[in-house]
């Protein structure tokens, strides 16, 4: 089979969106404000997990990778998410969305709060980025794709549904709205450019239905213990 033209393969990447956790039961309960405290609490809880995996999981993107001017653009992951001179970062933002929740930071950096399924489908996702091809690990981040939004519907719903919360704890959503947009343009201009060949392409495809799969389990585990319908 002919590869597809680079707009087809694009509209194919996007039409996975359709599976991105935006459309999970528990996001769409947190977003229609019908989630409980405990409900907001362990999302955020086990979520956690999630983003003081992702510097992780791009520091072994970034081991992997020959590329001196992918290393150069892929490194600001890791410092947006960890902190650098003055701007403390994603996880620190998280942890303060943890103390709006009524969370504290010991409970949540000890991970005790955690669910097995959610620290399995994580780590596949790190362990995946340590051992695919550089190329593929970059591939993987194509969720962003669809990211800008459900960080959209968070700050337009959260304040109006749930009141209880500090508004100064929704920092992280503000970020990375615009975040998620630059790093989705670096990543998926290099998919496009990298995944020439249909087989290559059809690859790429795999590859975000794996992420976007990790995206699901978390928010299936979270449903499980915290009693929402899946």
């Not at 091809?133 to 591939?139: G, I, L, N, R, S």
């Not at 981040?141 to 209880?164: C, D, V």
């Not at 947009?181 to 590859?207: K, N, P, S, Y």
Request: contains cysteine; neutral net charge.
């Amino acid at each position: 089979m002919s590869a597809w033209s680079r707009e087809e393969f694009e509209a194919q990447l996007r039409q996975q969106g359709s599976a991105y956790h935006i459309h999970h039961p528990y996001n769409k309960l947190l977003n229609a404000g019908g989630a409980s405290r405990e409900q907001i609490q362990g999302w955020v809880a086990n979520r956690f997990y999630y983003q003081i995996s992702i510097p992780i999981k791009d520091a072994a993107i970034l081991s992997n990778c020959p590329d001196r001017a992918v290393r150069r653009n892929w490194v600001q992951r890791i410092l947006d998410h960890d902190g650098y001179g003055d701007d403390a970062g994603g996880i620190e933002s998280w942890l303060r969305l943890a103390e709006a929740v009524g969370l504290t930071r010991e409970s949540v950096e000890s991970l005790t709060l955690v669910l097995p399924g959610v620290r399995f489908a994580v780590d596949a996702y790190v362990n995946f980025a340590r051992r695919a091809p550089w190329q593929e690990a970059v591939c993987s981040s194509l969720t962003e794709l669809f990211a800008p939004e459900i960080h959209k519907q968070r700050l337009a719903n959260w304040p109006e549904h749930y009141p209880w919360i500090n508004p100064s704890g929704l920092h992280y959503f503000q970020s990375r709205v615009s975040l998620a947009r630059r790093d989705v343009e670096f990543g998926l201009g290099f998919t496009l450019d990298h995944f020439t060949t249909r087989a290559m392409q059809e690859r790429a495809l795999e590859i975000l239905k794996f992420k976007l799969d990790v995206l699901w389990q978390m928010s299936d585990a979270m449903a499980l213990r915290y009693g929402v319908a899946a």
